[in-house]
């Protein structure tokens, strides 16, 4: 019994260690040059428009964009279940603060982050681009990272949508998991 309590401790704590890392990594900021920046898509609200953490992520990109680190934001999502266009609702708040509609590319078949990481690849060696920037939540910004980079895209920078909530009490341990669990089967 007190191997599996020491086995059970040592676990949580490497479970917290692990957790605080993922953490720190997602709120330092890493501000360079890139050929796109690529935002991945999240709630919209029943009026059509960005959730506020999902505002919280396009205005990332946006002060990215505007400081002129790249020239073009890849807003990527799917229709979820509140029935829109996740890509179209964000490329329509970034034009509605002056992001023109030739710097916004949509992806809407983006359903989860493996899926925009795969569609945002093929877009790039299309075009011959090789560098993005990651703007997404703090916690998710290594996964992201890792899933670009999987996918053959060099990541020179990544920003964090200033936005917390409850909900990121939820999220921080799920993406702890979420983080491993790619690392181990997402080659």
């Not at 992001?99 to 569609?119: F, K, L």
């Amino acid at each position: 019994m007190r191997r599996l309590k020491l086995t059970a401790l040592l676990a949580l704590m490497i479970f917290l260690l692990a957790t605080a890392a993922l953490v720190l990594a997602g709120l330092n900021d890493k501000l360079a040059p890139a050929d796109m920046i690529v935002v991945p898509g999240n709630t919209i609200a029943p009026d059509g428009t960005p959730s506020p953490r999902l505002q919280a992520r396009l205005d990332a990109a946006l002060a990215q964009f505007q400081a002129g680190r790249a020239p073009r934001i890849l807003v990527s999502g799917a229709t979820g279940k509140e029935g829109f266009d996740e890509a179209a609702s964000m490329a329509r708040y970034l034009q509605s603060r002056g992001v023109p509609a030739s710097a916004i590319i949509e992806d809407n078949q983006g359903w989860t982050t493996e899926a925009t990481a795969r569609n945002a690849a093929i877009l790039m060696r299309e075009h011959g681009w090789k560098t993005a920037m990651v703007a997404t939540q703090y916690f998710h910004v290594p996964r992201f990272r890792l899933a670009l980079e999987r996918s053959g895209i060099a990541v020179s920078g990544n920003v964090h949508a200033p936005y917390f909530e409850l909900r990121d009490l939820y999220s921080i341990p799920r993406e702890t998991v979420g983080y491993a669990v790619y690392y181990a089967f997402h080659q």
